[in-house]
């Protein structure tokens, strides 16, 4: 059976990211695969800074490392600020690309975004499959942007729109049938 590790780049309440995680955990478990679903809130890295390396690489950043080199499925759910991914995430990325062995190169990475703009994190995702991608990621293709938030996801958490749960479902195929 296939693992999958989920997390979103917001942690804040009433995240739309979150909800995003959440749904795209539950799209994946109905393919058959075991998700874990991970709150960054548990995984505390202070601003990254080369000094703090040498004595205090933070306990989150190893743990989560090992997470990543030991699923086969990592999903990001990423607010876009100012046009990038969001601080959390790339404070992440950075961290982890500090780790060693790579936790980049054993995963397939997917990514998904929700925003409150009408152009649904593309600049947001843009910028983050940049970055994974330079790391080495494999990043499947699905550009999984969604925007305005409001309304786009039901009472349940599911999306709305029909374009994006065929996009969901894409994804879904992509995830599970692509591997390194
Ligand atoms: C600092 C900041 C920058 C933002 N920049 C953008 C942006 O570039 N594009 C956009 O569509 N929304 C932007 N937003 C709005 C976010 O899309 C919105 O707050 C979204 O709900 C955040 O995701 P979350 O609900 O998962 O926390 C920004 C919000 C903040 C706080």
């Known amino acids: 059976m296939k693992t999958a590790l989920t997390l979103s780049g917001s942690i804040r309440q009433g995240s739309y990211n979150r909800v995003l995680q959440q749904h795209m955990g539950r799209a994946l478990t109905q393919a058959g695969v075991a998700v874990t679903e991970i709150d960054l809130g548990d995984f505390p890295m202070p601003i990254f800074n080369e000094d703090l390396e040498a ?16 699923h086969d499925i990592v999903f990001i759910a ?61 990043v499947v293709p699905t550009l999984l942007g969604i925007g305005p938030a409001e309304g786009a996801f039901d009472a349940n958490g599911d999306p709305t729109e029909p374009a994006i749960i065929r996009k969901v479902e894409q994804m879904v195929t992509e995830l599970t049938s692509f591997s390194r």
């Open 78 to 138: 990423s607010p876009e600020y100012n046009g990038g991914a969001s601080p959390l995430i790339i404070n992440t990325i950075t961290w982890l690309s500090r780790q060693k062995p790579s936790p980049f190169r054993h995963a397939v990475f997917g990514i998904g975004g929700v925003s409150s703009g009408k152009y649904g994190t593309i600049w947001g995702l843009s910028h983050l499959r940049e970055s994974l991608t330079k790391v080495g990621t494999l």
């Open 55 to 70: 004595e205090n690489v933070p306990e989150a950043a190893v743990r989560l490392a090992e997470m990543w080199r030991s």
